[in-house]
Every structure is written in structure tokens, then in C-alpha cells.
């Protein structure tokens, strides 16, 4: 094949996700909270639970969790820059799988709360950073069927 004929065929490599045995990730980046939010004293200490649910059932117990978020100064901006891994195979998971997040207060309860599926219509695992609608004083919906789903992070 000549370098013309070359260039024009990309190769494209996609693989089962039944072939993918590695353990699922997730970053946690930031929490940014809306500009009229005045209470810098509720964001200090806060940290975030994640789990894994497929099929309505937890994929594994318990949720995983992160260190407490560093507050930013200037801005009502809660950083974590966290990477956190799942004791879950890629192959393992179903395609209603979610990922529940739950953002709480150094007291225990929950500051807000989301949800949001791992594949997408296709049936692709998303990649990339997602931002997440995040529902105040409520934890993480664990229900994988998402029309009935009450913190859907998706919008």
C-alpha cells in the first residue's frame, strides 16, 4: 500500500469490556459552588464516598472514600485532584452500572450528592472529565434505572 492509500484508513482500536481486565478508576477533581454561596466555613473539611452499583446491588462494600478537600481561598472552590480505584474489574460491570457520589461534612451528613452511569447509550465507557450536577443535602441516588434515579448528575 502506497502512503496515500495508507492515509486514508485510520485504524481504530475498541476492545469487549469483557476483555478489559483491569480495575475500574475515577478522578475527583473539584467542587465548584455557585457565586452567590457565601459560606466558606461549610466547605472546609469536606469528603467524598464513591461505590459502584450494578444490577441495583453494590458492586462492592464499603464505599470507597477520599482525603478531605483543600478550600480555596479566593473562590467557593473545593479541590481534591484524587484518583480513586475501585476494588471492580471493567469486565465485570453491567451496562446500568453508576458510579454514586456522596460529598460529606466532617459531621457526617451529606453536603450534596450525585449520580452518574459509567457507559453511555452506545453502550461506551465514558472517559474524560464529566461535569456532574450535584444535589445539596442529599447523598448519592443508588438507583440504576435513571429515569426513576432522584440525584441524576447527567443533564
Avoid at 10 to 27: A, F, H, T
Avoid at 31 to 60: G, K, N, R, S
Avoid at 107 to 130: H, L, N, S, V, Y
Wanted: net charge negative; charged share 20%; with cysteine.
Amino acid at each position: 500500500m502506497s502512503a496515500d492509500t495508507q492515509a486514508l484508513f485510520k485504524e481504530y482500536k475498541w476492545y469487549n469490556s469483557c476483555n478489559i481486565p483491569l480495575d475500574l478508576q475515577c478522578g475527583i477533581l473539584r467542587l465548584e459552588m455557585p457565586l452567590d454561596f457565601t459560606d466558606a466555613e461549610a466547605l472546609q473539611d469536606l469528603y467524598v464516598t464513591a461505590q459502584i452499583v450494578c444490577f441495583q446491588i453494590p458492586a462492592h462494600d464499603p464505599p470507597i472514600s477520599t482525603l478531605f478537600g483543600v478550600t480555596s481561598a479566593d473562590r467557593g472552590v473545593v479541590s481534591w485532584d484524587h484518583v480513586l480505584s475501585f476494588p471492580v474489574k471493567v469486565r465485570d460491570l453491567s451496562y446500568d452500572s453508576v458510579i454514586v457520589l456522596t460529598v460529606w461534612t466532617p459531621d457526617g451528613k451529606p453536603f450534596a450528592g450525585t449520580t452518574t452511569r459509567i457507559f453511555d447509550e452506545r453502550g461506551t465507557m465514558k472517559q474524560g472529565k464529566q461535569k456532574l450536577l450535584l444535589f445539596p443535602g442529599q447523598s448519592g441516588d443508588p438507583n440504576v434505572v435513571y429515569k426513576h434515579n432522584q440525584t441524576p448528575g447527567d443533564y
